[in-house]
């Protein structure tokens, strides 16, 4: 089967070729461009990065596998990434994270990445985000919140709800 | 009361002031580096010629700055370590991979006032001979990608950036480079392996000296956000100026993050050493929570070793005549400086002042920093990965009701077994260093917890003992 990427990836990834002087160092910043067009990298990705960089395809897996933000699976159309680290525990993280998981019908007790059954949902926890002053703070999607709290979260959950009736 | 001294956050607050290159060189941005591209080589007294790079490699020594990452390595001197005689061009990566639990200030920074981290890092590159410069961001800063993107963009179009920029022949590129969620990448040699599409797995030094063998095998620089943005400072003012704020050894101002159980967490720029514990916690962030009681202060971001509210530290001065003296002070009037807080047994770190009160266990902390070094850790060096997770399980087993008494003890023993350079890099000791400060500084708290879930073992199982852990 031919795996086609889009020329904007393409020559996203030909740019970044002439901010390195070695092929090899585009990696990670072509995993990113990957991970945000397709929301994950799937093992045709790795192949098609592996062969444009000349490298061999374990070359691009052991990052995709060492780096928690990239994923080999679809992710939910909602990614919610919570912090989990200190600053934000002690304001009280671990409430936002059972909270959300409850309202989601996932289970907070398992550890790692969950998905709704339905594949609209998508909850982690993460490590420090370098917000702590306005602890607890979450992501999602690309956009950031911070000073959450249930009720801010349960107005987001609604926020998605509106999105995607919007786009149907 | 203790005030602030803003010279990096100088404007990035103000009303109206935005991250665009325009609004930056309406507050005098990137005169500096005009100043620095006019520099003429200088005659010294010795007959000797320096070059305007020489002079300002040698201001920034005389500057007596240290790095601003974690290590508070001196910046001049990690700058002099740059063989400039051969042929193999010099790097510089700039460390914007802000990860350290407890630090937010480089955010500040790159999100409000990108093209003061650009200037300095252009002087900083134009004073090492670098062609060709990397910001190592964190993956989750996309926010902070997106503008300094747009920045770097805006200096290229206004000539800060390309070839012969301003006419001084000087040419530079800096490019932006992401991590994607991974702690280690913060470990200077971690970010070099990353910044080559390796796993980024920290290289043993020696060899691997960034200065001598760091990215491609180049001699490489790597310097902090903040760093490079005191830089431009020191080149602003001049060193003798610079030298004068702060104290002797650690000079300069520095941004602290406080955060935590604390009425006004925030980020505050000081001058080192002149602003105590005590004057940081109660008048820039409120002090406690109403009716709570500050119990535990980490002071340089999660790594450091904690300080007990309570804790009386005796130092020793030196004084005028060359004599000793030593005196006993309060934990709260420990000046915040990296010699005073490492006399005093931690370290300033990055920074990041995380306060902790009453209302929260010591155990319930541990285990949430060590979750965070298990996961963080590399898992190049046996130690390190094993040692971490090991730890980890113990303490959550003590947080589920199943801990024993030994265990406080046995998780020194594990962590001593990880500590004093058995790993690669730095984070063995660092992931170790707080939890093994937790258990001896509030023993007592283990001992509790682990203690009623022994008694409570012995009830249901009665004296037999076949059933029990120990």
Redesign the interface.
């Known amino acids: 089967m031919e795996f086609s990427v889009p020329n904007i990836l393409k020559n996203k990834i030909d740019e970044l070729i002439l901010h390195y002087p070695e092929k090899r160092s585009v990696t990670l910043m072509a995993l990113h461009a990957f991970q945000e067009y397709y929301g994950y990298i799937s093992n045709e990705a790795i192949e098609w990065i592996a062969q444009k960089l000349s490298l061999m395809p374990i070359t691009v897996l052991e990052l995709v596998t060492f780096y928690p933000m990239f994923s080999q699976e679809p992710l939910g159309k909602f990614h919610f990434k919570i912090c989990r680290t200190l600053s934000c525990a002690l304001k009280g993280s671990k409430n936002i994270y059972t909270f959300l998981c409850n309202k989601l019908g996932l289970d907070p007790h398992l550890h790692g990445r969950q998905t709704t059954a339905d594949g609209r949902f998508t909850v982690e926890y993460v490590e420090c985000l370098a917000s702590c002053n306005t602890a607890p703070v979450l992501f999602l999607n690309e956009d950031f919140y911070e000073n959450v709290t249930e009720e801010s979260v349960a107005e987001l959950l609604s926020l998605c709800e509106q999105k995607e009736g919007e786009n149907e | 009361m203790a005030k602030e001294k803003r010279l990096i956050l100088k404007h990035l607050d103000s009303k109206g002031y935005n991250p665009s290159i325009t609004c930056y060189l309406k507050h005098n941005g990137y005169k500096t580096l005009k100043k620095a591209f006019s520099l003429l080589p200088l005659k010294t007294e010795d007959g000797k010629t320096l070059s305007a790079q020489e002079q300002l490699r040698e201001e920034v020594k005389l500057s007596g700055i240290r790095g601003r990452g974690g290590a508070g390595f001196p910046t001049g001197v990690k700058w002099s370590f740059i063989n400039h005689n051969t042929d193999k061009p010099v790097y510089l990566v700039c460390n914007c991979d802000?990860?350290?639990?407890?630090?937010?200030k480089?955010?500040q920074i790159v999100h409000k006032d990108p093209h003061q981290l650009i200037e300095g890092m252009i002087i900083a590159c134009y004073a090492n001979d670098v062609h060709?410069a990397y910001i190592y961001m964190?993956?989750?800063?996309?926010?902070g990608a997106k503008i300094i993107e747009k920045a770097l963009q805006e200096a290229r179009e206004a000539g800060f950036l390309g070839k012969n920029i301003l006419g001084s022949n000087f040419d530079l590129e800096i490019?932006l480079?992401?991590?994607?969620?991974?702690?280690i990448c913060g470990e200077e040699t971690g970010a070099i392996c990353?910044?080559?599409?390796?796993?980024?797995y920290p290289r043993i030094k020696p060899p691997y000296f960034p200065a001598a063998l760091g990215l491609?095998m180049c001699p490489t620089i790597v310097n902090n956000v903040e760093t490079l943005c005191a830089v431009k400072h020191i080149i602003e003012i001049g060193a003798t100026k610079y030298a004068k704020l702060g104290i002797p050894g650690d000079t300069g101002t520095r941004i602290v993050?406080?955060?935590?159980?604390i009425q006004k967490?925030?980020?505050f720029e000081i001058e080192n050493g002149k602003v105590t514990i005590g004057e940081l916690i109660h008048d820039f962030a409120g002090g406690p929570l109403p009716g709570r009681k500050i119990k535990a202060i980490?002071p340089g971001g999660?790594s450091s070793k904690v300080f007990r509210a309570d804790e009386k530290i005796t130092l020793k001065t030196k004084n005028s005549d060359g004599t000793e003296s030593i005196k006993t002070i309060d934990i709260m009037e420990l000046p915040y400086d990296s010699n005073s807080i490492m006399a005093a047994g931690s370290m300033t770190g990055s920074g990041?002042l995380?306060i902790?009160d009453d209302s929260?266990s010591m155990v319930d902390?541990a285990a949430?920093?060590s979750?965070?070094y298990t996961?963080?850790s590399c898992g190049q060096c046996t130690p390190c990965r094993e040692g971490n997770l090991w730890m980890c399980k113990i303490l959550r087993r003590i947080l589920s009701g199943q801990g024993r008494r030994i265990d406080a003890d046995e998780l020194l023993r594990i962590s001593h077994n990880i500590m004093g350079g058995k790993t690669v890099c730095a984070f063995g000791e660092g992931s170790t260093w707080p939890i093994e400060s937790y258990i001896i500084k509030f023993r007592d708290e283990f001992l509790a917890m682990t203690g009623i879930a022994e008694d409570n073992r012995k009830e249901v199982w009665g004296e037999s003992g076949i059933n029990r852990f120990e």
């Open positions: 802000e990860s350290e639990p407890g630090t937010f480089d955010r060709l964190r993956g989750e800063f996309n926010l490019y480079h992401r991590g994607a969620g991974a702690y990353s910044l080559e599409g390796r796993r980024p491609y993050g406080i955060s935590g159980l967490p925030g980020y980490i999660s990041g995380i902790i929260v902390v949430n920093i979750e965070f996961h963080e």
